[in-house]
């Protein structure tokens, strides 16, 4: 059971940035593919960014460029960096884990889950 957890959500100001991080207790093929989701209040949760067992990035068409998704294994985590937040990027943030993943944004194809982090932009 690989298990992740979620760091570094807060509130900021609108332009402002924020940078999260997801740390697993492994990396392995059952982390292969790794993403970040959101869900605000009443929305559905949805895909923020990926990366893929190869390194491939993918993103958002609300997030791209202004975020940023890395992973480093050597201390297993994954990343997200934040830029030019806006209020609609509140929500509550989930790091996601998986090794058979083909759609990158249908959170039932990812296996592990955190508890989530909550991220609140302000106007």
């Known amino acids: 059971q690989v298990q992740l957890t979620e760091s570094g959500g807060g509130s900021v100001q609108a332009g402002g940035s924020l940078s999260l991080s997801c740390s697993a207790s492994?990396?392995?093929?059952?982390?292969?593919?790794m993403a970040w989701f959101r869900q605000a209040p009443g929305k559905e949760r949805e895909g923020v960014a990926a990366i893929d067992a190869n390194g491939r990035k993918m993103y958002a068409d609300s997030v791209q460029g202004r975020f940023t998704i890395s992973k480093d294994n050597a201390k297993k985590t994954l990343d997200l960096q934040m830029t030019t937040l806006k209020p609609d990027d509140s929500a509550m943030y989930y790091c996601a884990a998986g090794d058979t993943v083909l759609v990158w944004d249908y959170d039932t194809q990812y296996d592990y889950w955190g508890q989530g982090i909550q991220v609140t932009v302000s106007s």
């Open positions: 492994e990396f392995s093929d059952k982390t292969d593919d």
